[in-house]
T-cell receptor, first 111, second 114 residues
């Protein structure tokens, strides 16, 4: 079946760096996306990787290794406003290119 | 400003009642989606539409219905057949065909049983 695994919760200190991992099992992998969702809010798009390697967007970077079915989101210079849930989602060819979502990682930032 | 508007923000359903959640977008996007989110879980796809007058079932379509008569609008009806409707419902849209094109979300509707 199709599944994505990510840690349920990660804790880090303000100003530090944190990595949120995502491993996936899908039959028709097309690309890996990351979304941020604050409590009670709408998910917002952060990044997309279709090819192996690192994509950098400001303080956030995302990495993909298709051979390992693995990706991660790296957040640098953590700020209190980064406290949110982070979801990885795979675009899957065998699901008519729809997104399959992980359960989310709650990032807790301590001062 | 372009965006997606969901209404109402909170909705209460009585037993045996159908309720309709509204989703309107002015982004000129062809594709629209409805997701259900339960506490501590990811998003599960209910229905999606890639073009006007066409829609497909997602993973958890039972007990729900949709229509797509206009490009801007994709209402979701939660029918009485949906026995556990309490959840956070999110509508999204997407423009273009490329895999990198993100989904844009509304602020959600929180549905509860009375």
């Amino acid at each position: 079946g199709q599944s994505l695994e990510q840690p349920s919760e990660v804790t880090a200190v303000e100003g530090a760096i944190v990595q949120i991992n995502c491993t996936y099992q899908t039959s028709g992998f097309y690309g890996l996306s990351w979304y941020q969702q604050h409590d009670g809010g709408a998910p917002t798009f952060l990044s997309y990787n279709a090819l192996d390697g690192l994509e950098e967007t400001g303080r956030f970077s995302s990495f993909l290794s298709r051979s390992d079915s693995y990706g991660y989101l790296l957040l640098q210079e953590l700020q209190m406003k980064d406290s949110a849930s982070y979801f990885c989602a795979v675009r899957d060819m065998d699901s008519n290119y729809q997104l399959i979502w992980g359960a989310g990682t709650k990032l807790i930032i301590k001062p | 400003d372009g965006g997606i508007t969901q209404s109402p923000k909170y909705l209460f359903r009585k037993e045996g009642q159908n309720v309709t959640l509204s989703c309107e977008q002015n982004l000129n996007h062809d594709a629209m989606y409805w997701y259900r989110q339960d506490p501590g879980q990811g998003l599960r796809l209910i229905y999606y539409s890639q073009i006007v007058n066409d829609f497909q079932k997602g993973d958890i379509a039972e007990g729900y219905s949709v229509s797509r008569e206009k490009k801007e609008s994709f209402p979701l009806t939660v029918t009485s057949a949906q026995k556990n409707p309490t959840a956070f419902y999110l509508c999204a849209s997407r423009g273009g065909q490329g895999g990198h094109q993100p989904q844009h979300f509304g602020d959600g509707t929180r549905l509860s049983i009375l």
